[in-house]
């Protein structure tokens, strides 16, 4: 079954410094692929996505991601963490042919001052 | 537009009860999706209801069950609850794209515990 992998269930970084949070998906067929933001306390939020075409696709925030199908990734960047980027964040992907979102088990994001 | 709304946002019931969720969506979706969020599992889904009828399952049992109605607006039905059942309960509203390439939409949960 088709299945993400996000390494690190906790990442830390200083206010400033660059994020990047690993997402891995396991198909031979490149999948639908999503990062979704969890603030405490409340539901998940899209920050972005890949269906078709550009493999470097922006997203709200500052955040960006790239679609690798080489190394079937899509690892979340953005160049400079702000307090505010302190959450939980889902990868996620839609199998072709399912009607789905497949989730990751999430990476908890803390921003040091 | 107002946000997916769900109510009531924090319940708690015993076990062997049964309990029941509300989800409002976007207005104009017709799809809703449900999801359970648990520390272990992590987010797992539940089932989709589009135009009224249940379109996709996940694997959970026929304890679980939902249904919608002709305003889109769903609910979701849990009975004879376990201890296991405790958990956030997220609803999310799109348009309905069959490919599930369309934004879904969440809401701000519904955690249910079960002592």
């Known amino acids: 079954a088709q299945s993400v992998t996000q390494l690190g269930s906790h990442v830390s970084v200083s206010e400033g410094a660059l994020v990047l949070l690993r997402c891995n998906y396991s198909?031979?067929?490149?999948?639908?692929l999503f990062w979704y933001v969890q603030y405490p306390n409340q539901g998940l939020q899209l920050l972005l996505k890949?269906?078709?075409?550009?493999?470097l696709v922006k997203g709200i925030n500052g955040f960006e991601a790239e679609f690798k199908k080489s190394e079937t990734s899509f690892h979340l960047t953005k160049p400079s963490a702000h307090m505010s980027d302190a959450a939980e964040y889902f990868c996620?992907?839609?199998?072709?042919?399912?009607?789905?979102?497949?989730f990751g088990q999430g990476t908890r994001l803390t921003i040091n001052p | 537009k107002a946000g997916v709304t769900q109510t009531p946002r924090y319940l708690i019931k015993t076990r062997g009860q049964q309990v029941t969720l509300s989800c409002s969506p976007i207005s104009g979706h017709r799809s809703v999706s449900w999801y359970q969020q648990t520390p272990g599992q992590g987010l797992q889904f539940l089932f989709e209801y589009f135009s009224e009828t249940q379109r996709n399952k996940g694997n959970f049992p026929g304890r679980f069950s939902g249904r919608q109605f002709s305003n889109s607006r769903s609910e979701m039905n849990v009975s004879t609850l376990e201890l296991g059942d405790s958990a956030l309960y997220l609803c999310?509203?799109?348009?309905?794209?069959?490919?599930?390439?369309?934004?879904?939409?969440f809401g701000p949960g519904t955690r249910l515990t079960v002592l």
């Open positions: 198909s031979s067929v490149p999948p639908y």
């Open positions: 999310a509203s799109s348009n309905g794209l069959r490919d599930y390439t369309d934004t879904q939409y």
């Open positions: 890949y269906t078709t075409g550009a493999t």
């Open positions: 996620a992907v839609v199998p072709q042919g399912a009607q789905k979102l497949v």
